[in-house]
């Protein structure tokens, strides 16, 4: 016999999910549990006969089930006392709570808000047909136990499992009746009980209440209690401890990301979620429980996010007497909302953009910031959690918060870091955490280059500065790939830093004072390029870039994608730390490809073609948003010059296909902006393919990869504007040349020799893959011609000519052409030939 079974004390998901997994199993029993939730009784006082189902005097030997199926529970036992000694042999478990994911049972377990879900997407993939109550019974499972989509653990496969139901049809008014929260008086009497006794633990900034409450008789919905409790509580989780019959039943709620009542329930041997959790203690002490709760809240709540992790540094700042003018046009650039305003080192004041719009709106633009700053600053310390940081804000209604240590001014938090943590799940963890690459340098280093990354670490101590490894050798470390770059960015003056290191390192200094960038060539031939931390901002869309010094942030800011904003610090006392502030380890770990803000592309339309690189050398995938983002840039494209795209083109063949390359564009509706009046087919592509397999000119490398996106549908002409070079232009006036012929041309290898003996072997080449996709056999005479052309041999020169007698002119080249077009149709073998042919009266 096969049973499928659940908890005690069965809710809607529970239910729900024992008629599902019964359209799974068909020849399986569903056990119904003698405790059921009040609602689902309810439910079943008139749903009962729907499904077929036994109860727990029906269950026979342990030995005689074949196989139990447990759903939304990963427990034997909290199905019946019956399994308490003797497990089935086999036991397959459906769940969605985190203890049962690591387990080895087979079934499917996962992170969702219920387990119906999970059963939906298997009754889905089979098409199974439900009836109308069964859809409405699953509705009140997925409602239920998501708190109507609103509880935190609630993914977007619930959402999804709903739709498919929705569309399906659904009795919305049974999931209303059904899932009603009102309480019953005594209900409410705990409720009371809660909020008037509950007390107020705070660990490490955030607030958790624990309350005890008693009744003589068991009072249910205590999830439900507690929730409300906790809606009308001013903490951040609730812990109801409930003694009823000598049982302990402890109810946990959550709302807040940093408390995970699992944790702390677990102390009392309970389990669930992060944000909902439950123990059940028979013959326990009510205040002995509680206090031993308490004792273990610190491992619920995990550290804080504090300020100086969430801060930008070092900041921007200006002076009093800057002109309001220059702080607009700087805020302008590096899209800012305003500065601190620092006189002699002490934070003086704070500057809007509002401040300064109002201001030249009055024609004050030329006025110093001290007349229209803000003195009143409010501020917050390096330690200050990121829940206070909020409320700063919050308060204040404030768009920058200077943060300092020391009353020193350290670093600033800005609306969008606020954002970034109420809405990037992954933000907090990227703020907090710090990975050590020490390991994977030593590893994928030779030991010379890996010293001399300690060095530059030790010279940037000597200096007084912050020095990093960054750029791809970074991101290559974490794929393990070799890279022997060495790409260091200082916060500070970065040729005063190369001259220090060029002297104590024994190598050549080269520098570049408008960029304050400097390489150093040492003696074994190592390159070190330095360069000070620096921000970009654009004029105008595909423009080339304005640097400004700046940080290491604004620096990583500045890049193309994620995972390339990465560095490595090398000081002594942080050497080898990763720095990611843009989640760029996670994306390259998932092959995706993601732009660090939403005008990227529009500042550097040329970034396209280098996540099309990345996509299909490395089968990376465009994150949804920077695909559309992509899309849409089309206007900045156009800006674009020839030489820029060219080059990129150039860059990006050496690594990928040129007809993928083109593809993916069309693809992306791109390939018109980057290359105008180019057209796509089935015919394009073959020419394209066909060349990646011959050996040409390397200075024609790119330029003939393009032809062929021109080459058919008379838009040859269009070409030009990527014909930059003599060369280039001399093949594409060829191929011209080539297409023009006629099919007399074609007659025989001679006559197509006097057409063509002029055309270089580029040129042929290119028309050989031309008319192979239209006619072969044309394409198989050039080839012959090609190669034969390559063994003709010497077989008249001039000075035959003279000795006929025959006065030079152009006679001479009509009589050498001819010779090689009679060489090419056998007529002639050889030089010998040739002089006995010349010598004929009729030739």
Known sequence: MKIIASHKNTDFDALASLVAAKKLYPDANILLPAKVSPNVKKYLAIYRDQFPYINEQQLPSSDKIEALILVDTYDPVRVSNHFQDNNPASVIVYDHHPESFHLPHPGETAPVGATITILLELIQAEEIVLTDWERTLFALGLYTDTGSFTYEHTTSRDVRALLFLFNQGIALDVVNRFSDTSFSEEQKALLMQLLQQGKAHDVDGVSIMIG??????????????????????????????????????????????????????????????????????????????????????????????????????????????????????????????????????????????????????????????????????????????????????????????????????????????????????????????????????????PANHFDLLQTIGHIADQKGVQAYLIGGIVRDLLLERENEDMDIVVEGDGIAFAETAADQLEGELHTHNDFKTAKIILNDGQHIDIASARAEYYDAPAALPNVRFSNLREDLYRRDFTFNALAIHLNEDGFGTLIDPFGGEKDLQDGIIRVLHNLSFIEDPTRILRAIRFELKFSYTFAADTQRFAELATAAISHLSAERIKAEFQRLFVEVSAAKTFKRLEDMNLLGAFIPFAGWSREVGQMISTLEYESLPENLFTFSRLLPLFAFDGALQHLTRFALTKTEKQLLNAFGRLQALDETAFTSLGTLHENVHEAEETSLVLFEMYTEVLNKNKSMMIKRYRDKRRRMPALLSGEDLRKLPMAPGPRYKHYLLKAESLWMNDTLKNREDALQWLKAPDK
């Open 212 to 445: 005890t409450i008693s009744a003589d008789a068991f009072i249910d919905r205590l999830n439900l209690i507690v929730d409300k409790w906790l809606d009308l509580a001013e903490a951040d989780a609730c812990i109801a401890v409930s003694e009823m019959k000598n049982t302990i039943f402890v109810t946990a709620r959550s709302r807040h990301s940093r408390v995970d009542v699992s944790k702390a329930l677990a102390a009392v041997g309970g389990g669930g979620h992060p944000q909902a959790a439950a123990a059940t203690i028979k013959d326990g002490k009510q205040a002995e429980i509680a206090a031993n709760i308490q004792t273990h809240l610190s491992t619920a709540v995990s550290p804080a996010l504090v300020a100086k992790q969430m801060m930008s540094h070092p900041v921007k700042t200006v002076s009093p007497d800057t002109p309001i003018e220059e702080v607009g046009e700087e805020i302008r650039r590096y899209g800012h909302s305003g500065f601190p305003v620092q006189e002699n080192g002490q934070l003086v004041g704070m500057i809007s953009r509002r401040d300064v719009d109002k201001a030249v709106h009055h024609g004050l633009g030329h006025a110093p910031v001290k007349g229209h700053m803000n003195e009143r600053v409010i501020t917050c310390e390096a330690n200050a959690t990121s829940e206070d940081v909020q409320q700063q804000m919050i308060t204040h209604d404030i768009g920058r918060l200077p943060i300092l240590a020391n009353n020193e001014l350290i670093g600033i938090i800005s609306r969008s870091d606020l954002l970034q943590l109420l809405h990037d799940e992954h933000y907090e963890k990227k703020q907090k955490q710090t990975r050590n690459m020490m390991d994977n340098m030593a590893r994928a280093l």
